[in-house]
Antibody
């Protein structure tokens, strides 16, 4: 079955960087878009970035400028998100999610399944 | 950026009743809209995609409708496990989510 397993919780100081991983299994890794979404405490969902089956990433540049990078390692079927210059308002649960359909399908751009989430706390 | 506005913010209903949740887009997203359910401490779960198609394993009491800028999620007969937060999401221009509707027990 499809599984997305994320790395553990992180505590970082303001100005630092964090890199969260999402190890996948149970499907052909290079056939699917992978997405990152975050959720601040008590708040809604916010899209951060996406990496396509060719390994090209796109981020929510309007919100995050150059602070976010999405990468992947095809040898381990793992995707990563790195967030730099952390601020207190970056405190959130970070989720990876696979696209619902593979790249050959016209029905894509929706997120399912999801990883279990990784809490990143930014505090001095 | 396409902004999705959900209403109401909170909906109080009893089990067995019908729930109607709305999502309005700031510009047309055609039918490229999904609905998710999220329970406390859990990741979201995809319910509906392409405005009206149920995701795998989703009960028939969940249905979606709409196109363009106005969309509706209907839960025909509320079960106790349906009380949660619901989000809409568009994929017409990259991705964005609504702010959520909390469905609570009356």
């Amino acid at each position: 079955q499809v599984q997305l397993v994320q790395s553990g919780a992180e505590v970082k100081e303001p100005g630092a960087s964090v890199k969260v991983s999402c190890k996948t299994s149970g499907y052909t890794f290079t056939n699917y878009f992978m997405h990152w979404v975050r959720q601040a405490p008590g708040q809604g969902l916010e899209w951060l970035g996406t990496i396509n089956p060719s390994g090209v990433s796109t981020t929510n540049a309007q919100k995050f400028r150059e602070r976010v990078t999405v990468t992947r390692d095809t040898s381990t079927s793992t995707v990563y998100i790195e967030l730099r210059s952390l601020r207190s308002d970056d405190t959130a649960v970070y989720y990876c999610a696979r696209d619902v359909a593979d790249y050959r399908s016209p029905t894509g751009g929706y997120f399912d399944p999801w990883g279990q989430g990784t809490l990143v706390t930014v505090s001095s | 950026e396409i902004v999705l506005t959900q209403s109401p913010a909170t909906l109080s209903l009893s089990p067995g009743e019908r729930a109607t949740l709305s999502c309005r887009a700031s510009q047309s997203v055609s039918t490229y809209l999904a609905w998710y359910q999220q329970k406390p401490g859990q990741a979201p779960r995809l319910l509906i995609y392409d405005a009206s198609s149920r995701a795998t394993g989703i009960p028939a009491r969940f249905s979606g409708s709409g196109s363009g800028t106005d969309f509706t999620l209907t839960i025909s007969h509320l079960e106790p496990e349906d009380f949660a937060v619901y989000y809409c999401q568009q994929r017409n221009n990259w991705y964005s989510f609504g702010q959520g509707t909390k469905l609570e027990i009356k």
